[in-house]
């Protein structure tokens, strides 16, 4: 139990360390692309600070199979130079046992990104409509629960974004030169086809002239928002979307004859994201096991990260490839996934057959 505490705790803080160093760098590139937009509107160099650091969350979780890879590699690296490894080996413990530890040092990370995903991506989200409201002329026009904006005589109310996606329950008040409503149109939800042009569905109109209403109800109907132009009103990323929130809008695509591929496939993507977890942490055990008793752990962090880049590439690639030949998102991202669970079962049992 205490060798299984000491090489875990190894591992975690190999986990950290990357971690933190991962983040630095993508924390520093993002500060660079945001630096010329300094200046936009109310968009300093405070806000730029400020939108990185929000963002930084959810970037971590993108990277986390790099940060298990690599992580893994670096924590058992460390024993190679001290020979506890071949020390462990020499007491009787089969690489399985080792690759057992880093596992369960996976295990923990799992247990870690869980409720980093539940909060990562609403943050993301808070953090992208900060940027947009400092950077627009028209403020926050799409604020997660009801949202105002002006231009003139003409006032329009968004009360949600449904699925984080989708305006709904939008209401636009025009009034005439004496200040009195003229006309008044509300929506059930809005799909947004450019950034200037919405498509408003279940509709309702009202108009008055003087003591007389007119009532019309219409099915769908082009609507032109009253915002700059020059306003970033775009839907929400991918990436910032929960669960719920992928699973709600690949629904709604479907229903309306949409092409739903993308967001099912991110949703599997993320569901089975612990398995990938598990198969980087073993693969990372293995490429440490493979190498000489005596050797330093270097090499193997640098041939790490060339893994860690091709897996990437490799996951994203078939992944995408088999969601273009028609295959169903949850087969598109299991195949790589799976295919990645043989890889590293393979590595493991190679470095069974004793260091090389």
């Given at each position: 139990?205490?060798?299984?505490?000491?090489?875990v705790s190894?591992?975690?803080?190999g986990?950290?360390?990357?971690a933190?160093a991962?983040?630095?760098l993508?924390g520093?590139?993002?500060v660079?692309?945001?630096?010329?937009?300094?200046?936009?509107?109310r968009y300093t160099?405070?806000?730029?600070?400020v939108?990185?650091?929000?963002?930084?969350?959810a970037?971590?979780?993108?990277l986390?199979?790099?940060v298990i890879l690599?992580?893994?590699?670096?924590g058992?690296?460390g024993?190679?130079?001290?020979q506890?490894l071949?020390?462990?080996?020499?007491?009787g413990?089969?690489?399985?046992?080792?690759?057992?530890?880093a596992?369960?040092?996976?295990?923990?990370a799992?247990?870690l990104?869980?409720?980093?995903?539940i909060?990562?991506r609403?943050?993301?989200q808070?953090?992208?409509?900060?940027r947009?409201s400092?950077?627009?002329?028209d403020?926050?026009?799409?604020?997660?629960?009801?949202?105002?904006?002006?231009?003139?005589?003409?006032?329009?109310?968004?009360g949600?974004?449904t699925?984080?996606?989708?305006p709904?329950?939008?209401?636009?008040f025009?009034?005439?030169?004496q200040?009195?409503?003229?006309?008044?149109t509300?929506?059930?939800?809005a799909?947004i086809?450019?950034?200037?042009?919405?498509?408003?569905?279940?509709i309702e109109?009202?108009?008055?002239?003087?003591d007389?209403?007119?009532?019309?109800?219409?099915?769908e109907?082009?609507?032109?928002?009253?915002?700059?132009p020059a306003?970033?009103?775009?839907?929400f990323?991918?990436?910032?979307l929960?669960?719920?929130?992928?699973?709600?809008?690949?629904a709604f695509?479907?229903?309306?004859?949409?092409?739903?591929t993308?967001?099912?496939?991110?949703?599997?993507?993320?569901?089975?994201?612990?398995l990938?977890?598990?198969?980087?942490?073993l693969?990372?055990?293995?490429?440490?096991?493979?190498?000489r008793?005596?050797?330093?752990?270097?090499?193997?962090?640098?041939?790490?990260v060339?893994?860690?880049?091709?897996?990437?590439?490799?996951?994203?690639?078939?992944?995408?490839?088999?969601a273009l030949?028609?295959a169903?998102p949850?087969?598109?991202?299991?195949?790589?996934?799976?295919?990645?669970?043989?890889?590293?079962?393979?590595?493991?049992?190679?470095?069974?057959?004793?260091?090389r």
């Amino acid at each position: 139990m205490i060798v299984a505490r000491y090489f875990v705790s190894a591992v975690l803080r190999g986990y950290l360390i990357v971690a933190l160093a991962l983040l630095a760098l993508f924390g520093l590139f993002a500060v660079m692309d945001e630096a010329g937009d300094i200046g936009t509107a109310r968009y300093t160099a405070s806000d730029a600070l400020v939108f990185v650091a929000m963002s930084l969350p959810a970037t971590l979780l993108d990277l986390v199979p790099f940060v298990i890879l690599l992580g893994t590699i670096f924590g058992f690296s460390g024993f190679l130079r001290t020979q506890e490894l071949l020390a462990l080996r020499t007491a009787g413990l089969s690489v399985i046992g080792i690759a057992g530890l880093a596992m369960a040092a996976a295990l923990v990370a799992t247990c870690l990104v869980v409720p980093l995903e539940i909060s990562a991506r609403p943050l993301l989200q808070q953090a992208i409509l900060f940027r947009t409201s400092e950077r627009s002329p028209d403020g926050n026009l799409l604020a997660r629960e009801g949202s105002w904006i002006t231009r003139g005589d003409t006032f329009v109310y968004v009360g949600a974004l449904t699925g984080g996606q989708r305006p709904s329950r939008v209401g636009i008040f025009e009034f005439d030169d004496q200040l009195e409503l003229r006309r008044f149109t509300h929506a059930a939800e809005a799909e947004i086809q450019h950034n200037d042009l919405w498509r408003l569905r279940d509709i309702e109109i009202r108009t008055m002239e003087g003591d007389r209403q007119q009532h019309e109800s219409v099915a769908e109907l082009d609507w032109r928002p009253i915002w700059s132009p020059a306003t970033l009103l775009q839907e929400f990323p991918i990436a910032s979307l929960s669960m719920s929130e992928l699973r709600q809008h690949a629904a709604f695509l479907e229903a309306t004859d949409g092409s739903s591929t993308a967001h099912a496939v991110e949703f599997w993507r993320r569901a089975l994201g612990p398995l990938s977890i598990f198969a980087f942490a073993l693969l990372g055990a293995a490429l440490v096991l493979s190498v000489r008793p005596r050797s330093g752990g270097g090499l193997v962090i640098v041939i790490g990260v060339a893994v860690a880049i091709a897996l990437y590439l490799f996951q994203q690639i078939s992944t995408n490839a088999a969601a273009l030949a028609g295959a169903p998102p949850p087969v598109a991202v299991a195949l790589p996934t799976g295919l990645l669970v043989v890889l590293a079962g393979a590595a493991a049992r190679r470095a069974n057959q004793g260091p090389r």
